[in-house]
């Protein structure tokens, strides 16, 4: 069956520590990989993308993430977070059409 | 605005009741979805129409559940004889796609539903 796992589900660092959210899928083909962030009250948002090419792929905010084909997984970074990326992230693997999403993790940024 | 917009925001309703939602995808999208969320989970999948054509619906949405995307613009998704645990967040999200593998979906604020 196809499935997103995104292992943290709440996660809490202080500002300027690194982030590293996991994202690992189970899909029988090509597929298309998306982190999308929903910030308090706002609708999800696309942080980042991967299609095909190079595998470290970078977004906004300083966010990147990096497709390992041989670990089925696309892990989302960013070296120094800030209060303001107090979210909830998902990651999402997309197949012929739909995306299939993972169940979220909460980051919360301490000032 | 040219994002996707969906309306209601929120919707109350007492089960049993039938409620309908509305999404406008952004303009010149030909692909739009409806997704379901419901606390701690994810999105998943409800529906999807290329144009006016619905071309998958999951296993989630039972036989009280129809949505139409009329003149492959808007679509509406309704709900009849509501149970308390179709309470969820619906999503729309609208993409362009010439039918190759890179596509993007964009998502809308959604409709909260909570039926007492």
Same mark, same amino acid.
């Given at each position: =069956? ?13 500002? =300027?520590?690194?982030? /590293? ?13 998306? !982190? ?23 977004? #906004?905010?300083?966010? /990147? =993430? /990096?497709? #390992? ?13 800030? !209060? ?7 990651? =999402? ?19 | ?16 009741? +039938? ?10 999208? +030909? ?19 290329? +144009? *006016? ?24 998704? *309704?709900?009849?004889?509501? *149970? ?17 593998? *890179? ?14």
């Amino acid at each position: =069956a196809q499935s997103v796992s995104q292992h943290n589900h709440h996660v809490i660092l202080s500002e =300027a520590a690194s982030l /590293e959210l996991g994202c690992n899928y189970s899909y029988g083909g090509t597929v298309n990989l998306f !982190w999308y962030v929903q910030y308090p009250g706002q609708h999800l948002q696309l942080l980042l993308k991967y299609f095909s090419g190079d595998p470290l792929v970078k977004g #906004i905010k300083g966010f /990147e =993430a /990096e497709f #390992i084909k041989s670990k089925f997984s696309f892990n989302l970074r960013k070296p120094s977070v800030q !209060w303001s990326d107090t979210a909830e992230y998902f990651c =999402a693997v997309q197949g012929t059409y739909k995306y299939i999403f993972g169940t979220g993790t909460r980051l919360k940024v301490l000032a | 605005d040219t994002g996707v917009s969906q309306d209601p925001r929120h919707k109350i309703t007492k089960r049993g009741q +039938n409620v309908t939602f509305r999404c406008d995808p952004i303009s010149e999208h +030909n692909r739009l979805y409806w997704y379901r969320q419901t606390l701690g989970q994810g999105p998943e999948f409800l529906t999807y129409f290329q +144009n *006016e054509a619905q071309l998958e619906k999951s296993r989630l949405l039972s036989d009280r559940f129809s949505a139409e995307r009329p003149k492959g613009s808007f679509s509406t998704l *309704e709900i009849q004889r509501t *149970e308390q645990g179709d309470s969820a967040m619906y999503l729309c999200a609208s993409s362009f796609t010439t039918g190759g593998p *890179e596509e993007t979906q964009y998502f809308g604020p959604g409709t909260r539903l909570l039926v007492l």
